[in-house]
């Protein structure tokens, strides 16, 4: 079965530009979750969407992020304009609703210069 | 989510059974004890959870004792694969999306 797919694996770009960050789901799994990873940070939880509407978006850093989830098989996280404190390690998981362990993406490397 | 407390970093002879503490000593009674783990360069992987009973799959055991403030994960027969950063979470079951990963245990496997 294919997992969470993330695209793309690694992004490279100025300080400035639009970045969009781009997931598919497990089919079937009606909740997504995106995470940002760094090393200062660890692993926080952004935002997350139950049947494709925003539950919880208390872990989005600022305005220059925005999440959207236009059907249950694709969401985005978009970054504009981008800075290089962005730079991290961006995760996206999924699961069906109350189920007990979700299942993660291989993750988007991001590096804003 | 009870905060948990895990040695930063651990090494384990390859063959050998790897057993990983993690403290929760404000854990609440409709708490779950999970674990996580992350390869380098992967998303973060479920292993094993549990309540109050030992639990058991084919990745791992996980060892709760009766007081419920820790509990131990234990890879029976560790390979150099399973070295990788291992988060213990503590949570109620539901909305598994919403754990707290904390800094985990670095187990280094050595041949």
């Known amino acids: 079965d294919a997992g969470v797919i993330q695209s793309p694996r690694h992004e490279v770009t100025e300080m400035g530009q639009e970045v969009t960050l781009r997931c598919k789901p497990i089919?079937?799994?009606?909740?997504l979750f995106w995470y940002r990873q760094t090393m200062m940070r660890g692993l926080e939880l952004l935002i997350y969407f139950n049947n494709n509407v925003p539950i919880d978006d208390s872990g989005m850093p600022e305005d220059r992020f925005s999440a959207k989830m236009p059907n249950a098989s694709f969401s985005t996280l978009k970054i504009q304009p981008s800075e290089p404190r962005d730079s991290a390690v961006y995760f996206c998981a999924s699961s069906t609703t109350g189920a007990n362990t979700i299942y993660f993406g291989e993750g988007s490397w991001l590096t804003v210069v | 989510d009870a905060k948990t407390t895990q040695p930063t970093s651990m090494d384990c002879a390859e063959g050998r059974a790897a057993n990983l503490p993690c403290n929760h000593s404000t854990i609440s009674g409709n708490e779950y004890v999970y674990w996580y783990r992350q390869i380098h360069s992967q998303g973060p992987q479920y292993i094993i959870h549990?309540?109050?009973n030992n639990e058991t799959n084919e990745m791992a055991s996980l060892i709760i004792t009766e007081d419920r403030k820790s509990s131990t994960l234990i890879l029976p027969h560790a390979t150099l694969r399973d070295t990788a950063v291992y988060y213990c979470?503590?949570?109620?079951?539901?909305?598994?999306?919403?754990?707290?990963f904390g800094d985990g245990t670095t187990l280094t496997v050595k041949p």
């Open positions: 979470i503590v949570r109620v079951n539901t909305n598994a999306g919403k754990s707290t």
């Open positions: 549990g309540l109050k």
């Open positions: 089919s079937g799994h009606n909740s």
